[in-house]
């Protein structure tokens, strides 16, 4: 089965391939319902803050939401300023 996505930058990503490439012994896969709601905001934003620890204990880690990658392209600005910055977060939408 081939899962793909595309990152929040727009670019598509197969999802065994990134796990492959990151070369993690466990993946971290979470989802969200949808961006700009309050509780998805401060979790994905607690998680990277915490994306040093996951790393080094060899845990890659990935989110998914339904929303479009535009969404998305905004929705990241919102996280950053809670995290202080942000990794990449795909869709399952274009």
């Known amino acids: 089965m081939k899962l793909t996505s595309q990152q929040a930058t727009g670019e598509a990503i197969g999802f065994y391939e990134w796990i492959n490439r990151e070369g993690g012994l466990y993946t971290f896969l979470f989802s ?3 961006d700009y709601t309050p509780v998805c905001t401060t979790e994905l934003a607690e998680v990277q803050k915490k994306i040093g620890d996951f790393r080094r ?3 890659n880690v990935i989110g998914l939401s339904a929303d479009s990658v535009h ?3 905004y929705w990241l600005k919102d996280v950053a300023a809670v995290a202080g910055s942000i990794g990449n977060v795909s869709s ?3």
């Open 32 to 34: 969200h319902p949808h």
């Open 57 to 59: 204990k060899g845990i």
């Open 71 to 73: 969404s998305h392209q």
């Open 92 to 94: 399952d939408r274009g």
